[in-house]
């Protein structure tokens, strides 16, 4: 059984190369236009960044190295007595292209579980700061910290060449995933649960069977299943959006893979992006609450007319590249549709029925681009159900995902030698120039 370090050994090289080609043999190619509404319109549709382990169609949404998520579903190994794809096998796709067998799977769990144990001036860290911080600063608090632990920094500070980075990125980005279900735990314990015993992490588990069982929902088989598939799904979504590209941007300044994705949470943290999550179950409780006994599909509808009417967002749908409903809000229902008790609990009710009637409702609105949900609109509302009840926690979730593509891309671009990033800026002044010319 090879490592997943070996793995990539092989598989560095013929990516080299083929940058290499890209460059010598098509580098003037043209892959579109610049325009004015580029400039001013947040680069939205803009092809101008290289990202290698998941690309987004509009209609199709997300592939990772070309496999759709239900393709993952079929071919990823899942936790011994699961269903679901495990952040593990995940990870080994991102990061090689290669389908992991399942003996590769549980050697990478036990890698990560192996080294999952968090030092001791992180956990005094994390334990004094004040339980009303919130947990998506606290975790970039955290991730940002662990950077004392980084190889990466302390070989670039030795002095070594550019060919080796990506070596050093690999066993950073390995050690932080291996962490973050420890860290993520301890900001939960410290918010909601202060005082109680923490358990350690067990080495025969995988990640986030570890993360369930510190959260304390070990025992909750369907949960520990939900958050596999959710952490698994949520895991890339190519280069662009904000967590991604902040990573991306601050790691080509050679920042070591601790402090890019730190950097990258705090995009996450926004609410145009993962902290949707939260606003959604926070807006649908609202909503909930309001219409009492009277949740209609007409009820529905004045309830998302007073939200845009009011000003604000419909927290959980539009995309700034996908236009049809998300695979990820998909695979998330379709795991509510095969458990009767979901299917029975009113917010899981009242988020599918929200669904039924509110494309139509944007359409009507007629600004967003897309009506459709994206995954944030579905992932909350199962957390809910299964008792994890703080909604202010669900960013973090996605948080601790999310890390499996950004380091991926970290190792990637360290391993192809990406320039550090720096695109052109214009003042309008300038921009009116150019358009004189
Ligand atoms: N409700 C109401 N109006 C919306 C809307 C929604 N869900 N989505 C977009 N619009 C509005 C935009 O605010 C914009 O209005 P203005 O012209 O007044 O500025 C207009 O429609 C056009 O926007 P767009 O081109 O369709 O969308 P963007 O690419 O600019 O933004 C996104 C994408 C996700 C930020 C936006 O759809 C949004 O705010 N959605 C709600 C928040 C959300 O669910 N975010 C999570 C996304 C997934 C993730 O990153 O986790």
């Known amino acids: 059984t090879k490592t997943v370090r070996e ?42 960044m290289l990202w290698e382990a998941s690309v987004l169609d509009p209609l199709e949404g997300i592939r990772f190295h070309g496999l759709s998520i239900a393709d993952c579903q079929n ?20 990061l090689t292209g290669k389908i992991p067998t399942e003996a590769e799977t549980r050697q990478l769990s036990r890698q990560l579980a192996e080294k999952g144990e968090l030092p001791e001036y992180i956990e005094k860290l994390l334990d004094s700061l004040p339980p009303t911080l919130h947990p998506m600063t606290q975790l970039g608090m955290g991730v940002a910290a662990l950077n004392h632990e980084s190889k990466f920094q302390a070989a670039y500070e030795r002095g070594i060449k550019k060919n080796e980075y990506w070596q050093y990125a690999l066993e950073d980005s390995l050690d932080l ?67 991604a590209h902040t990573s991306h941007l601050v790691g080509s300044t050679l920042a070591d893979p601790y402090l890019s994705y730190a950097a990258g949470l705090y995009a996450l943290a926004g609410p145009l992006h993962g902290l949707a999550n939260q606003e959604v179950l926070r807006w649908q409780m609202q909503m909930q609450k309001e219409l009492g006994d009277n949740i209609t599909h007409d009820s529905i509808r004045e309830s998302l007319w007073k939200t845009l009417k009011s000003g604000q967002v419909v927290p959980g749908y539009g995309h700034g590249v996908l236009r049809n409903p998300d695979p990820r809000f998909m695979a998330l229902q379709q795991f509510c549709d095969t458990r009767p008790s979901l299917l029975q609990d009113p917010i899981v009710q009242l988020v599918k029925k929200t669904y039924e009637v509110a494309p139509a409702v944007l359409k009507e609105h007629g600004k967003t681009k897309n009506p459709y949900p994206n995954v944030d609109a579905a992932s909350g509302c199962v957390l ?10 669900y960013t973090v979730i996605f948080g601790v995902s999310r890390a499996l593509g950004c380091l991926t891309q970290y190792v990637w671009s360290r391993a192809l030698g990406l320039p550090i990033e720096r695109p052109k800026s214009l003042s309008m002044d300038a921009i009116e120039k150019l358009i004189k010319e």
């Open 177 to 243: 995933l291996a962490r973050l279900p420890a860290l993520a735990a301890r900001i939960y314990r410290n918010v909601y649960n202060p005082g109680q015993p923490l358990p350690k992490v067990n080495k025969d588990l995988d990640l986030v069977g570890n993360y369930a069982n510190m959260l304390g929902f070990g025992d909750n088989h369907d949960l520990t299943e939900y958050l596999r598939l959710y952490i698994a799904i949520h895991g890339d979504h190519e280069g662009g959006n904000a967590s």
């Open 7 to 48: 793995v990539l050994e092989e598989v560095v090289p013929k990516k080299q190369l083929q940058l290499k080609q890209l460059k010598t043999e098509h580098s003037q190619a043209v892959l579109g236009e610049v325009k004015v509404e580029h400039v001013v319109g947040g680069m939205r549709g803009l092809k101008s």
């Open 75 to 94: 071919v990823l190994p899942a936790a011994p007595g699961g269903k679901e794809i495990i952040a593990e096998s995940m990870l080994w796709l991102l």
């Open 384 to 393: 809910y159900h299964y008792g994890l009840t703080q909604f202010k926690y």
